[in-house]
């Protein structure tokens, strides 16, 4: 694969970094178990953390490698890891996504209590807003957080929560008030509080660490909340605004390494007497690849150029850069199962694994549909 973060959308510093990260993936052997997930995640988050690397995912004055999120440097890692491993790219994802409420939104002594350990892997983090009946539609949300003098008591369920029973930090999405998607709070709620604990886990179809969340009269502190309450609506949409194009990266860096072991596959292969890549059905299969390669390239660089350059929101960049990355990779990674032939179907073939990785990417964080709704409303409203 080529250096990546070549292009007008990269400073020295993003260049610096990912020669860095490439250097540092190429030398690093972490455990990386299908089968034992969980310790795998483990694994990655203390290796990530000794190499410096989770220090993208907080501000400069708790570590970051920036003054602030740089939605470059995330999607340049996101990049370059999921290049290596959808676990690798797991744990710095969720270091990143569970805590940027409190990057972004936090007071002072929620983000010195918290994102110091997050960049040092001392705290595993996870973003906890999915309910059984509030996917999609996250107004639905029924997890109440009821005010009680100095506390918030919280009480229901999350579903589908990466880092479930694995992660330190919860931040928490709860209902506070009857209006919808205006009654929501956003809080930080230890793993280990009482009446916080992590339920049965799920098992997808690639290596994740998910499971779900019950709340049975846990009490927060009213300290524990970020921002103000009803906020939490905001807090999400403005944190995801920023992850959505990071999805798209991960996406991308997938879909890479599906283009690169394609590359050599059909180089070497040998058909009807010369390689596979010399067939001219083969070569528009890697025509549409490498194009869908480059084109998701443009719109994530460009997604995260325009937040880093100061935009407030990059709602329709970001939402344009995960969906069409998300399902790029999906196009890509079916098209090298079929020219890695019977190999491409085989478990633990490098194909057959990216083809696996890539699935979930369309649905969290916003499935494709509703990617597609933002982008249309966004356009439509000029
Ligand atoms: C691997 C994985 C990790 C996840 N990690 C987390 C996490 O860490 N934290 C967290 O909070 N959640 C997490 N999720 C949950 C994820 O965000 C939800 O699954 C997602 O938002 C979709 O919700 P749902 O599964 O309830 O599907 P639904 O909301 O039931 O949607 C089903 C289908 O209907 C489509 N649809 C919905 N609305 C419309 C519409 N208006 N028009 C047309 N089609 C529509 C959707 O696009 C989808 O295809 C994770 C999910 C997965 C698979």
Known sequence: MGVVSEGPF??????????????????????????????????????????????????????????????????????????????????????????????????????????????????????????????????????????????????????????????????????????????????????????????KRVETISPHPLGTIRFERCRVPVSRRIGEEGEGFKIAMATLDVFRSTVGAAALGFAKRALDETIAHVKSRQLFGAPLGALQLTQAAIASMATDVDASALLVYRAAWVKDSGAARVTRESAMAKWFATEAAGRVCDRAVQLFGARGVVRGEIAERLYRDVRALRIYEGASEIQQIVIARQVLEG
């Open 10 to 199: 990269f400073d020295e510093e993003h260049r610096a970094f990912a020669n860095g990260l490439q250097r540092w993936i190429s030398q690093t052997d972490v455990l990386d178990d299908e089968r034992n997930a969980d310790a795998s995640c483990r694994a990655w988050v203390r290796a990530l953390a000794e190499g410096g690397w989770l220090r993208a995912c907080v501000p400069g004055v708790y570590g970051g490698i920036r003054a602030g999120l740089d939605v470059r440097t995330l999607c340049l890692a996101r990049e370059l890891l999921a290049h290596r491993s959808a676990l690798a790219d797991f744990a710095f994802a969720m270091q990143g996504l569970g805590s940027a409420p409190l990057s972004l939104f936090g007071n002072v002594d929620l983000q010195r209590r918290y994102l110091p350990s997050v960049a040092e892997g001392r705290c595993v983090a996870a973003f906890a807003l999915s309910e059984r009946e509030a996917g999609s539609d996250v107004a639905a949300l029924a997890t109440r957080a009821r005010r009680d003098g100095d506390s918030y008591v919280i009480d229901g369920e999350k579903t589908w929560i990466s880092n479930a029973g694995v992660a330190d930090l919860y931040v928490v999405f709860a209902r506070t008030g009857n209006d919808g998607a205006r009654g929501l709070t956003a809080f930080a709620v230890d793993a280990a509080t009482a009446g916080c604990t992590a339920g």
